[in-house]
């Protein structure tokens, strides 16, 4: 994850999406690299770090561009649910200018390094 190196994967369809939710399927690797060229010859559903939309034809370039610190879902669910109530009332604050942006990944970093 550290190594700066994207991954990129293909799926088959929402079936092959669902599979990969609950682990009985894995993504196709396409590449590996730290600079990604794809060129799309026909409109296609793209997804990338997580964001979904329909692409028109063209030639997209993929690059490491810094680092964001992300929540992962706790193994117990009490944890789970509480880390999700967290970030709702931080991303609340944030909203209402209680908070800086700056601040809100600053506790969002402490609270996924404190939770995992």
């Known amino acids: 994850m ?12 929402t079936w092959h999406l669902g599979k990969l939710q609950v682990g009985l399927s894995r993504a196709r690797r396409l590449a590996q690299g730290q600079s990604i060229k794809i060129q799309l010859l026909a409109a296609l559903p793209v ?3 997580g964001e979904p939309w329909f692409q028109q034809p063209c030639t997209l370039l993929v690059s490491h561009h810094g680092q964001a610190f992300m929540l992962k879902r706790a193994a117990e669910e009490p944890l ?19 908070i800086n942006a700056s601040q809100k990944r600053a506790l969002l970093q402490e609270m996924a390094l404190r939770l995992s």
Do not use: F
């Not at 789970?80 to 209680?98: R, S």
């Open 2 to 13: 550290h190594d700066k190196i994207l991954e990129v994967v293909s799926i088959s369809g």
């Open 80 to 98: 789970g649910h509480a880390a999700a109530i967290i970030t709702d009332v931080l991303e609340n604050a944030e909203t209402n200018h209680v």
């Open 47 to 49: 997804q990338i770090d």
